[in-house]
């Protein structure tokens, strides 16, 4: 469900984007003397103004159910502010706001939803870890991947932590098991990676922003 809601706030960002560029008010605005810069500084504060609605009524509702899992709350934080850059960018790859709104559903839902059960499963299956930790990281180039998969550790990250205790201690020369998975929530390999790459998505995300209308890239 966490991932769905994730899916649906940029959906409705790339709409606006889309409309405003298919019926050209954005080129009339920079007609009438707005700069790009300040085109996308006015639509980045609004976006993640809005976004923070939504993801603060989720951090709301995890305390007063008591299901607040540990540290989950910054990366709903630090969500915003990484999914608004990535959906600009992603917002070129499509001319009709119909198809950019449901590739962006897509995108997330896959990303925040199936492909972190995917990776959970893999790490916690001996001949599979190591392909698991692999994507466990590949993963993170979509936000909403971040922000599940914090979730889904802090849920249920001592499975796999105990998981890969008793592999590495009864594994045979034929499975290699890769390293330990720290038991500390944040430590790099855990949350501390997700919220650190979330603020290179923001960072990032605007820096290709910026070439793209610079039509360097």
Request: proline residues 4%.
């Amino acid at each position: 469900m966490t991932a769905i809601a994730l899916a649906l706030i940029p959906c409705v960002m790339v709409q606006f984007i889309l409309q405003e560029r298919q019926l050209q008010l954005k080129h009339q605005q920079l007609l009438s003397g707005m700069s790009l810069a300040g085109y996308w500084t006015s639509n980045l504060f609004f976006d993640v103004m809005m976004a923070y609605i939504p993801t603060g009524f989720i951090i709301l509702l995890t305390f007063l159910f008591n299901v607040g899992f540990e540290g989950i709350w910054v990366l709903f934080l630090l969500f915003p502010p990484a999914v608004v850059p990535f959906t600009y960018v992603t917002s070129f790859l499509f001319t009709s706001d119909i198809n950019a709104q449901i590739m962006t559903l897509f995108i997330h839902f896959v990303g925040g939803g199936l492909l972190v059960v995917v990776v959970f499963v893999l790490q916690y299956i001996p001949i599979t870890m190591k392909y698991g930790d692999a994507l466990r990281w590949a993963c993170t180039v979509i936000p909403s991947f971040c922000v599940t998969h914090g979730i889904l550790f802090s849920a249920s990250g001592t499975l796999l932590v105990d998981q890969r205790t008793q592999s590495s201690s009864s594994s045979s020369d034929t499975v290699v098991i890769p390293r330990q998975i720290p038991e500390e929530i944040w430590a790099w390999y855990n949350l501390k990676g997700d919220a650190a790459i979330l603020v290179l998505h923001f960072v990032f995300g605007l820096v290709v922003l910026a070439l793209i209308e610079l039509e360097v890239v």
